[in-house]
């Protein structure tokens, strides 16, 4: 069951994907939750509804994996008219589309502000406005997209309108793409239509003929930075972070004014964990662009990543300043130019961490792993461990029984049930079992943010978790909080591209990347178009469940997946569509690492160094049956334990209850 969800004040709610960057659209967006994730995931993103800031990036943040709009051109509907189609009941493919139905361009869209009308200028552009390629701000199309409402309608031809309007933009897709390939052998040493190219590769999601296409260019023309330009941005959206910094070096090497390249570079090299080198690289260009909204904006994040507040708070206000000069909402900005300017003066700490760590029982809130904690020595409260947020995240009624001093809001209003102001304050103590307490500690306050059960009273942030050695040790039920290393841990290296990403394999292929995700509780959700393309599993393949519910296309059994050392075979997963959140971070995403199959792991997370290390401790307890069907609906029952062990379902009716699971079998 989703949170109740009211509407703050002044607020709008546009089509995000990703937390809290850019906003837009005048609408909120409600029930309209394709993937189940839990309340938590989505604080962040609900937070920054009513900002606007506009970001090159944003290293770290609250991946919230909603609102996904439903597949249309790569399922079997899109691909030839379905054989049902003319069957009374049959559900249309849908479309992803802006408002004005046509998709979202990747690499050289520009950011638009949160009021959904007017764009900021950032380095995409030139001062005349004139569109550059680079990296997008996550959720920057400025408008909200929306799944076609399934329809029963059939056109004259006998297919869906919706699978005939998303027919319709692939065609247009084709001739813009044979029109760029036309121009490239007019213009062999033109990286201008090779950039047209592959911007419109990636947008039908073909990354590896748009990487191709960039490379057959750099190898006509070695000296032409353009080349290296394109070719990086498709070697991102494959996955290739590595590959296409090098891409992205050569790039800026050959031509060093080149702010989209350094862009580029400062936003792989983020990802990657060097966050020394991108607010060197970020800096570099404010000495060049010093106006530059998008790149103060991604420096002031980045200075509060590495806890240089005191830098930070600067930038913030620097920040605050340009979008007043822009006429632009400066909410945002303003909020974490407070709390920077707090952490400033004194900065968080941890005591009583014992050399050992520290552990205390693991308990579950709709099947979401969390802690009990103690907010400033007077109110105990389950907060669940979200890697999916960037901020530590309280309800507004927590906040309100601290009597928190709040920056902005007020989160609550008295006798208002559309509840309050997005706001921040600072903890005095976060305290973790008998000895742990972390003093000093940075909040958000989210006013939408409502759990059906008082208990819960928000959820830690990476940017918390970070401070630690975190194992999540699933069937043991306990969490252990270790000093961090000075040296990263051994184990899959961690990606840090809004979302918490990770490499997988499917034997000796290659299956992308992966989000890591602790508040999904989705049967183990996969891209619909690698499922298609790699396991030849589609909608009419024997044995799969079909749904075409949102973003749901059909339960299936995935033979296996290997992630970060451990293998999963047969175990129940969901074909999803994860275009809309590809499209936000710039890469195409393969799945999601859920709940649902960490449940027989220790999973260690050092978030410092962005590295990842699970262990199987006991035999694989989710496996896939001949058919995996949703959980019939049932009146709320009293809680009662969870056997981690048991195969997620999407999310039953009745409030979730916070709650510690048994041994595993």
Known sequence: MEPEEGRPRGSSLGKEGILGLCLAGDEVVEEDTDLKIHPSGRCALQLAAAYGIVLLFLPGAAVALAHFPTLAARIDSARAAPANADAEGSPAAMSVSDSGGTKKTQASSSPTDSDGTKKAPSPASDSDGTKKTQPPPAGSGGEKKTAAAPSMRLSQGGAPPAVLAEQEREEKREEEIARARADMGQRPSDPEPLGRLVDQLIQGHRGAEAVEAAKGFVSQNLSVAGGYLHLGRALFWSGDYPVALLQFQRATSLDPKDSNAQSWQCRVQA?????????????????????????????????????????????????????????????????HFLVSRDLSRKPTSVTGLPAAGATVPLLTSHSVPGVMVRLNQKLDRLLLIDLSAQ????????????????????????????????????????????????????????????????????????????????????????????????????????????????????????????????????????????????????????????????????????????????????????????????????????????????????????????????QRTRDQSYRSMRKVRPAPAQPPQPAKPEAPSSPAQPAPPGPPQPQSPPRGH
């Open 391 to 614: 901020e530590t995240t309280l309800t507004a009624e927590t906040s309100h029984e601290l009597g928190l001093q709040e920056y902005g809001g007020p989160s609550t209003f008295p006798n208002d049930a559309a509840g309050g102001l997005p706001a921040a304050s600072v903890l005095d103590s976060l305290q973790i079992g008998a000895d742990i307490a972390a003093l000093r500690v940075p909040v958000s306050i989210n006013p939408r943010l409502k759990y059906p059960d008082p208990q819960v009273g928000g959820l830690l942030g990476r940017r918390f978790l970070s401070e630690f050695l975190l194992t999540i040790d699933y069937p043991e039920r306990k969490a252990i909080f270790a000093p961090r290393s000075a040296k990263p841990i051994e184990g899959a290296q961690l990606y840090l591209n809004t979302a918490v990403l990770v490499d997988a394999r499917l034997g000796d292929q290659n299956a992308g990347k992966w989000v890591v995700d602790t508040s999904t509780y989705t049967p183990g959700p996969v891209s619909i178009l690698w499922v298609q393309d790699n396991l030849g599993i589609t909608s009419s393949s024997p044995g799969i469940t079909p749904l075409f519910f949102r973003s749901y296309l059909f339960y299936f059994t995935m033979p296996q997946i290997d992630i970060a050392g451990v293998t999963w075979r047969n175990y129940p997963a969901t074909a999803v569509d994860l275009r809309s959140l590809s499209e936000d971070i710039s890469t195409e995403l393969t799945g999601v690492l859920p709940n649902s199959l960490m449940i027989d792991t220790r999973a260690t997370f050092d978030l410092s160094h962005l590295r990842m290390r699970l």
């Open 271 to 335: 990802a990657m964990g060097d966050n020394t080198a991108a607010i060197a690289g970020l800096r570099r260009l404010l000495d060049q662009s010093p106006n530059d909204l998008t790149a103060a904006s991604s420096l002031a994040y980045l200075l509060d990543e590495v806890k240089e507040s005191a830098e930070a708070a600067k930038m913030w206000e620097k920040v605050a300043a340009l979008r007043e000069a822009k006429k632009l909402k400066n909410d945002a900005a303003t909020l």
